[in-house]
Structures are given as structure tokens and as C-alpha cells.
């Protein structure tokens, strides 16, 4: 090999070195700009959502429309959610259910997936951030980051737009690197024609519910007790049952101080050694109340949650 050749060869092994050693920095930098500019973004498309029920992965078909801050989300024939709308504005969030021709008033959760990413910024030194070509997604241009913790277990990944700050792809795993969940979309148009009163649920006849509502009506369908957690500073934010450890389980989540809290109810014992390993801040605090289990976890300290839990009361109906 000739001199010069073997100088050439050096320096661009010098190069890619480099551009290795600075893929962490290139990766988090990605990230923080989709934290900051993400809200700005006009857009239209249609993605896919999956996650993991139990053993199986479930699929749904969304078509989003962003303008100014508000966003609305039709589900397409064929979907097992079709016919539901989602409008959300600043200041609320309406669902409308066509089953039930009800419409569910919520807390706005739009910077919900934001919130989570701008965890991984503000929180940097426990994770690793690495960043890839990520191909096409959407006919656009992406970088891929990878996300994962200290030890290199790989938490999330990341396709983000060359142009535009948003996630167009987004995959997670849990400890034990399998797939939970994801979401990709297949079309996208940052150029989006806004029809006349797209962020407005009009339906004559329809009955709206707050969530207050919903979670007391859903408590007693499933046989629980219709509690909720009395502070002013706690905000329910959607109330669900879920399967957890082969139990069934009532699950309220409420924000609080801009953090999220959860409040778990079962009917008997439950186990809460799984629970303390969903975060590294987390903490629980359980008890017991007519013969139910109860468990109040959130990144808050134990003093706090236990005061929080005095406030947990049956909610009286208003009918």
C-alpha cells in the first residue's frame, strides 16, 4: 500500500471513529429537538399502533390531524375502534363513542408522549442515546435513536424525521427486551388542508360523561368501589381496568403536580414487588379497605404518598 493511500485510509478511519465517539451527543441533540419543536408541527397521516395484550399484540388504525396545537384522530372502518373521534385542545379532550352516542370530556393528554421523551433529555446521565441511519419511513428520510439504559439494555427506539421534529416511528421494550408497543406512520403530509370545524364533536343527542363519571360507572360494572382520589392538586386523568399478575385490576391515573400518579385497587392481596420496579423514583404505598387491596405509586415520596392515600374516598354519585 502506498504511502498516501495508507494516510487516506487512516484519517478516514479517523473520521469514523469520531463520528462513533459523537453518535451519543448527535442522538440526544435529535432527541431535544424533537422535545422543543414537536408542539409546532402541522401535519396529517395515517399510523399504526401496536401493543402487547397478555400474550397477543393488538392493532389499530389511526388518522391524526394536527394544526395549531390541536389535534383530532378518526378510526377508519375495519378497526375494532371505528367510528370513534378524539378531538383535543388545550384545554380539554373529547372522545366520542358511537356504541354508546356518549361523549367523554378528559384532561388534554397531548404532551403525554412528549412528556416521556423530555424525561430521557432532562434525566440524560442514566441513559445511552445512539443514533443510525433509519431508512424510510412514510417516504420520508429518518434517524434512528436507541435509547437505552446504563447497563445497555435497549429501552425505545426512535425514527426521527430529517426535516421536521416529530417521531415518525417509535418502538418499546420491556426489561427483558421484548416488544410492548409501537407506532409508525405509513402516510404523512406536513402540508395538511384543515376541514371547517375539524377540532369539534357536534352530536345532537349524545350524552357527555367527565371522567369522574366514567371511572365510578366502571367500578361498579367490574365490582370494585367507586373511590377517587379528593385533592385539589390531583387531576384524574382516565380511569381503565387491566390484567395484572392474572389479576383483574382497577387502574385510575391522575396527574399531579406534573407528575403522574396511579392508584391500583384488586379484590384481594396484592402483590406489590413487580410494582416498585416500574421506575427507578418510583415509589409505592399500599393498604388495605374493606376487604380490598389498594396501591398508590408515583415518583413521590413515601410521606407524601401516604398522606395522598388518607384522601382516597368512595365517590358519592351526583344522580
Do not use: C
Not at 12 to 17: E, I, K, Q, V
Not at 83 to 105: A, K, L, M, T, W
Request: charged share 30%.
Amino acid at each position: 500500500m502506498s504511502r498516501t493511500v495508507a494516510t487516506i485510509a487512516a484519517l478516514a478511519g479517523l473520521g469514523a471513529l469520531a463520528l462513533a465517539q459523537d453518535a451519543p451527543g448527535r442522538a440526544f441533540e435529535l432527541l431535544k429537538r424533537v422535545v422543543d419543536g414537536s408542539s409546532s408541527v402541522d401535519y396529517s397521516g395515517k399510523r399504526v399502533i401496536e401493543f402487547k395484550v397478555g400474550p397477543d399484540m393488538k392493532a389499530h388504525t389511526e388518522l391524526v390531524l394536527r394544526s395549531q396545537g390541536r389535534t383530532r384522530i378518526d378510526f377508519p372502518q375495519g378497526s375494532s375502534l371505528s367510528g370513534q373521534v378524539i378531538v383535543e385542545v388545550p384545554d380539554r379532550r373529547e372522545h366520542y363513542f358511537p356504541d354508546s352516542n356518549e361523549i367523554r370530556i378528559l384532561p388534554p393528554r397531548r404532551q403525554d408522549a412528549v412528556d416521556r421523551l423530555r424525561f430521557f433529555v432532562e434525566e440524560k446521565s442514566r441513559f445511552k442515546f445512539d443514533v443510525a441511519n433509519g431508512g424510510r419511513v412514510a417516504g420520508r428520510n429518518t434517524q434512528m435513536i436507541t435509547v437505552s439504559d446504563s447497563k445497555g439494555n435497549k429501552l425505545q427506539q426512535l425514527w426521527i424525521d430529517d426535516q421536521k421534529p416529530l417521531v415518525l416511528k417509535r418502538t418499546m421494550f420491556d426489561p427483558v427486551g421484548t416488544l410492548v408497543g409501537q407506532f409508525e406512520f405509513v402516510t404523512i403530509d406536513f402540508e395538511p388542508r384543515i376541514p371547517r370545524d375539524a377540532f369539534r364533536i357536534r352530536r345532537r343527542g349524545a350524552t357527555y360523561v367527565t371522567v369522574e363519571q366514567h371511572a365510578e360507572r366502571l367500578a361498579k360494572e367490574k365490582g370494585f368501589a367507586p373511590v377517587l382520589l379528593k385533592d385539589s392538586q390531583a387531576k384524574l386523568e382516565f380511569a381503565e381496568m387491566r390484567q395484572f399478575m392474572g389479576k383483574d385490576v382497577f387502574v385510575q391515573v391522575y396527574e399531579f403536580d406534573g407528575k403522574r400518579l396511579t392508584l391500583f385497587q384488586v379484590e384481594r392481596d396484592l402483590d406489590t414487588s413487580r410494582l416498585g420496579r416500574m421506575g427507578r423514583n418510583v415509589k409505592v404505598h399500599t393498604w388495605t379497605s374493606s376487604g380490598r387491596s389498594f396501591a398508590l405509586l408515583g415518583e413521590l415520596s413515601k410521606a407524601k404518598l401516604e398522606e395522598l392515600a388518607k384522601k382516597v374516598s368512595e365517590r358519592r354519585s351526583e344522580s
